[in-house]
């Protein structure tokens, strides 16, 4: 219920966000546009996040004949978990990561890059694909994919107004100094927004796949051991993720020196390990 309201509050709040947009910069008929446009996004943002989300990676699908490691790993999961079999991905680059993504567990995908499962070994590797189906399990992945699009969706309207300022508003900013301030102050606040949301919807959830999926798999050191690789490699082998959807993986992918590195989506894993294990992380990640 509580992943229930959220997506609807999400949705509304996208709505109404775009329409503020349209009637700033287009009058009456640009917010019913923006109420037409918002209409589309949240359709697509619903059935079709999952989709947009492994396309920006490159995630390629995988059978049990191509990947029969952690297709086989997946699938003694969801047996025991009780949950339908996802589909499997992997995104071709050497930055070890993982992701869940879809609109319900029978709709869900999990996505694991190349360099994960060069990384980890059997029991580590099981242990990630452990709590990316505890997000499955805990429902968090439609709620994850829809808060992605909708950031996504912010950046990229406040991107198209500050262009639309720069090449054309100013003198409009002159005759209308309010509205003008106004704009101003979303192009600034819309960002900020966009990764708020991730957060809303993040930093608790990672504790509770951790959880579930140290349940899931009766080996809590494991799914540890995995995270304290994953923090120290995924460093030295960024992954070029976009702020939008840096929520999505079990480790946040380093996004460099930005605006969006303050917006942390993730714990720190020092405390997830601690969490996993009862006991403090013998070495200083964050």
């Known amino acids: 219920m509580g992943n229930t309201f959220k997506t609807a509050f999400l949705l509304t709040a996208l709505t109404l966000l775009l329409m503020f947009f349209g009637r700033i910069f287009g009058g009456q008929n640009g917010m019913l546009f923006a109420l037409l ?105 439609l709620i994850s994919s829809i808060a992605a699009t909708i950031a996504g969706a912010i950046t990229y309207v406040a991107d198209l107004a500050r262009w639309g300022m720069i090449f054309g508003g100013f003198e409009r900013d002159r005759e209308d100094r309010g ?53 120290a490699y995924s460093k030295r082998l960024p992954l070029p993720a976009t702020p939008s959807t840096a929520h999505l993986f079990i480790v946040q992918p380093f996004l460099g020196m930005s605006l969006a590195s303050l917006f942390s989506t993730h714990p720190p894993i020092a405390k997830r390990i601690e969490r996993l294990t009862g006991r403090p992380a013998d070495y200083n990640l964050q």
């Open 179 to 231: 509205g003008g301030f106004a704009a101003l102050a979303m192009l600034i606040l819309a960002p900020i927004a966009a990764f708020l949301i991730q957060l809303a919807v993040s930093r608790s959830r990672e504790y509770q796949a951790d959880e579930t999926g140290a349940h899931f798999t009766g080996n809590p050191y494991a799914l540890a051991s995995a995270l304290a690789k994953l923090d």
């Open 37 to 141: 446009f918002a209409a589309v996004l949240n359709f697509v943002s619903y059935f079709f996040s999952d989709k947009l989300a492994l396309a920006m990676y490159r995630a390629r699908p995988v059978t049990r004949e191509e990947l029969p490691r952690a297709y086989q790993i997946v699938e003694r999961l969801t047996q025991r978990a009780g949950l339908p079999m996802p589909k499997v991905y992997v995104i071709p680059t050497d930055s070890p990561n993982a992701f869940a993504t879809g609109r319900s567990p029978a709709h869900a995908s999990v996505a694991v890059t190349q360099g994960i499962l060069d990384l980890l070994n059997d029991e580590e590797l099981e242990g990630v694909l452990a709590h990316e189906l505890g997000h499955v399990r805990n429902r968090d992945i």
